[in-house]
């Protein structure tokens, strides 16, 4: 079946533009996580959604950053007013059900770049 | 807040040859899982670990897990260069669903 995808693949902006990332979870998953990476980092945890909700937006670097979730499905990610230090790839994934096993499925990612 | 540091960081590796990538936590943890990432691509997961003394094998890579020891294991045999990638362990707190991944292992296996 489809897996996590990501739109889009690559995003190069200009500091202080804002963007929007999207993640499409697996279909019937109910939890659904952004991450950060950065240059030959391991993952930054940003946020997690369970069903629409955000109950845990610990990660969120600053202010700048917000996301959403509709209908139990896509997800987005919104960068205010970027800065060169979010360069990164952002990563979502998604799982049936946080807890338990809780295996992560992961998207390929969107490549952040600001200049 | 929990930690997790992996080592090496680094593995430069003849094909053929035997290693074992470690990564050690610092917290009570009743998850482990271990990813593989190829250069520009996800992650992909490897192995989910649950148990204490939990070892699980897919070719020639085997995990295992130490709870008391707050120590997973990732061990190469013979390895062969389609092995190159790196390879993430993440950790997840007892009854949390956030993981805390390590920064990673860099493998690359030579001919």
């Known amino acids: 079946g489809a897996g996590v995808s990501q739109s889009p693949s690559n995003k190069v902006t200009e500091k202080g533009k804002d963007v929007e990332l999207r993640c499409d979870p697996i279909?019937?998953?109910?939890?659904l996580y952004w991450y950060r990476q950065r240059l030959g980092q391991g993952l930054e945890f940003l946020i997690y959604?369970?069903?629409?909700?955000?109950?845990?937006k610990s990660g969120l670097p600053s202010d700048r950053f917000s996301a959403e979730r509709t209908g139990e499905s896509v997800s987005t990610l919104t960068i205010q007013r970027t800065q060169q230090e979010d360069s990164a790839v952002y990563l979502c994934?998604?799982?049936?059900?946080?807890?338990?096993?809780?295996?992560?499925?992961f998207g390929p990612g969107t490549r952040l770049t600001v200049t | 807040e929990l930690k997790v540091e992996q080592n090496p960081l680094f593995l430069s590796m003849q094909e053929g040859k035997n290693y074992t990538i470690y990564c050690n936590y610092s917290t009570t943890s009743d998850r482990l899982y271990w990813y593989r990432q190829d250069p520009g691509k996800s992650l992909e997961s490897l192995f989910v670990l649950l148990s204490n003394g939990a070892v699980k094998q897919e070719g020639r890579l085997m995990a295992s897990l130490d709870t008391k020891a707050r120590l997973s294991t990732l061990h190469i045999t013979a390895a062969v260069h389609d092995l190159s990638a790196t390879y993430f362990c993440?950790?997840?707190?007892?009854?949390?669903?956030?993981?805390?991944f390590g920064k990673g292992t860099l493998l690359t296996v030579n001919p």
């Open positions: 994934a998604s799982s049936e059900l946080a807890g338990g096993i809780n295996e992560q499925y």
């Open positions: 279909s019937g998953h109910t939890a």
């Open positions: 993440a950790v997840a707190p007892r009854g949390n669903y956030k993981l805390t």
């Open positions: 959604f369970q069903g629409n909700s955000a109950p845990d």
